[in-house]
């Protein structure tokens, strides 16, 4: 069973789910909070998520104890990415890919992001797709308003099948190419990520030092 906590309007998805983790009333995992807006979503690198006309904004929160044994921590946000791209696929949007380690992309647009974080042995990861924006890229599926709720369970019953790191490794790493037209910047320098190397356990390597993140 998956409890929905449902809002019109939230701060963060991501931040109420962490209040409601505080509660001496905790619900029982996993549990799923959605909100059709948000005023101050979290981005990753510290960043503010805008709001967009239309938005698929969830968070769901599960036991840690559930992810498979072989999964590294650090790679959590590009092992939610990678099997919310294959959902996606199987729902039409063919073209999304996963700019490492955890932005959705369509094309050279940016439609979204994820955001994971392990309080104790709980996991939380939020999650944001734009549906419709003059700004930036957009998810070409039509997810109506009143469908959203359904859609993001057919997902969590996706994702909650759980797939061993080394399958979802294996796919991301045919697609790490899609990467090499891109820079980042690390330690205040900017780097090609033609010249980054994909290790096994999901971090990239430049000059012999280790990349989980981008912060």
Not at 61 to 84: A, E, H, M, N, T
Not at 105 to 117: E, M, R
Not at 155 to 178: G, N
Request: net charge negative; proline share 3%.
């Amino acid at each position: 069973m998956l409890d929905f906590f449902i809002f019109d309007e939230l701060p963060s998805t991501q931040d109420y789910a962490l209040t409601l983790l505080k509660n001496s009333k905790m619900p029982k995992l996993p549990f799923c909070v959605i909100a059709n807006r948000q005023t101050q979503g979290r981005g990753s690198r510290g960043n503010v998520w805008e709001s967009e006309e239309r938005a698929l904004l969830f968070s769901f929160v599960f036991d840690l104890k559930k992810l498979p044994r072989d999964l590294p921590l650090q790679s959590l946000s590009l092992y939610v990415g990678v099997i919310l791209q294959e959902f996606l696929h199987t729902q039409g949007a063919e073209e999304l890919w996963i700019k490492w380690p955890n932005d959705l992309y369509i094309q050279d647009k940016k439609i979204g992001g994820i955001l994971t974080q392990c309080v104790g042995n709980i996991c939380v990861c939020g999650i944001g797709i734009n549906l419709k924006s003059k700004k930036y890229g957009s998810l070409t599926l039509e997810v109506l308003d009143e469908r959203k709720e359904e859609f993001i369970h057919d997902f969590l019953l996706f994702f909650f099948k759980f797939p061993t790191w080394q399958v979802i490794f294996d796919k991301y790493k045919l697609e790490f190419h899609k990467n090499f037209s891109y820079h980042f910047h690390h330690q205040n320098q900017s780097f090609s990520f033609k010249d980054a190397v994909l290790c096994e356990d999901g971090a990239i390597m430049i000059d012999d030092e280790k990349i989980y993140s981008l912060r």
